[in-house]
Every structure is written in C-alpha cells, then in structure tokens.
C-alpha cells in the first residue's frame, strides 16, 4: 500500500533546459550546463560520503565556479550568484501541472521531496504555479543529509507517520531512484530524455515517459 507520493524537483518536475541561455551568456555555448549539474552532484556526494555537509545550493556555487576555471573563464561572485539564483524560477514540464492536478484528486498524500534548501524549493513551487498541488515540500537540508542517503526518504515517512514502504519516490534520476529504495521507500522513474536507470540492485515497479504517464500508473496501483 502506498498513501505518500514524494516528487523531486528539479528536472523531475522542473525544466533545467532554460538555463541553457545564461550558460551561453557565460561559456559561449549550452554545454556546459550539464557539466555543471553533474559537477554538482558530484560534490554533494562527497560531502555526504565524508561526512563534510554541503548543501545544494553552496554546491551549484562551488561546481559554477570550478566549471569557470576548467574553462579559462573569469567570473566574479555576483556573476555565480546570478546564475545560481535562476534555480527559482524554473519553469515546470508542460504536462507537470495538468498531471499534478489530477494526483490530488486523489486520496494520496502528495508531497515535494528535494536536495534544495527549503526557501528555493518554496520559492521554486511558487513560481512554478504548482505549489497548490502539494501538502507539504520537505528540503533534505533539513536533516543534513542530501538524497541518495536514507534520511531524506525516511524524513518523509516520519512527516506523515507512516511505515517507508507507504512512501513513493518519483523522480527522473536513477541515483534518486536506487536512494529511495535502499531506504525501504516505493519508486516510480520519469524516463526523460537521456536518463535510465542503474541496472544495479532493485529496480521501481512504475516508469513512464513523463509525470502524466507516471501519475496515471500511480492512480492505477497506488488508489
């Protein structure tokens, strides 16, 4: 039985793609852009590998800038902020508030579950004209602990009382994926252009192109 839903955030529900005009601006082309996110990833994983806390929005800083230098660009401060800052206004995915609407039509309990601190997730939610859609947005940086570790996950169940198995992960990212279910957690994977899954351990019983294909297994087998 599932009677939490926890959606990602970040290219799960909200497109990164329009960051592609100020990484031009900076770099002269798009491509670094993936570069950066991954970059970023990467620290959040060593800190949490460590035990050296980072959070997710020092990391989008840090990797900009590593980025830079691997590059031969100069950026000042103010620039980084810049370009980090557009992390709050994101649009969504064009099928995300339609598919989000119906999901809380529902008995389910539908909550946004990201590495991102709580006042970018809200301002994020907010811009993206889907906040209504959510009972609650829980932040990782809550617990100190960005997802894949288990403590996001469980922060969730013990938010609404519930045992990890009634809680659903939705994202479109495989290490988000194999987090939620290593901590006991349900998963359903958006398989968005260019992301599959680890063929590593457990894999999520939902995956579909999109959040509106996702949400409709979801209501098939979770109400």
């Not at 799960?12 to 031009?24: I, N, R, Y």
């Not at 959070?55 to 980025?67: E, G, I, V, Y």
């Not at 809680?167 to 958006?190: N, T």
Request: hydrophobic share 50%; charged share 15%.
């Amino acid at each position: 039985m599932t009677t939490v839903i926890a959606f990602d955030v970040n290219e799960t529900l909200l497109d990164l793609s329009v960051l592609d005009g100020p990484f031009e601006e900076v770099f002269g082309t798009a491509a670094p852009r993936q570069q950066w996110f991954a970059t970023m990833l990467q620290l959040s994983f060593v800190g949490g590998l460590t035990g050296d806390y980072v959070d997710f929005t020092t990391a989008q800083r840090a990797a900009l800038t590593m980025l830079a230098k691997r590059h031969g660009v100069d950026l000042t401060d103010a620039a980084v902020n810049a370009v980090v800052g557009r992390m709050r206004s994101l649009p969504p995915h064009p099928e995300v508030p339609a598919a989000l609407a119906k999901l809380a039509e529902t008995q389910l309990t539908v909550v946004a579950l990201t590495n991102s601190p709580l006042d970018v997730a809200e301002a994020q939610l907010t811009h993206a004209g889907i906040r209504e859609h959510f009972t609650q947005a829980i932040s990782a940086d809550s617990v100190r602990h960005l997802k894949p570790a288990r403590e996001p996950y469980l922060a969730v169940a013990q938010a609404f009382d519930v045992p990890a198995h009634e809680v659903r992960l939705v994202a479109a990212h495989s290490w988000d994926i194999s987090g939620a279910l290593a901590a006991g957690c349900q998963a359903a994977f958006v398989t968005r252009p260019g992301m599959v899954l680890s063929p590593i351990g457990p894999q999520p019983d939902i995956t579909g192109p999109d959040i509106a294909a996702v949400v409709d297994r979801i209501i098939a087998t979770d109400t």
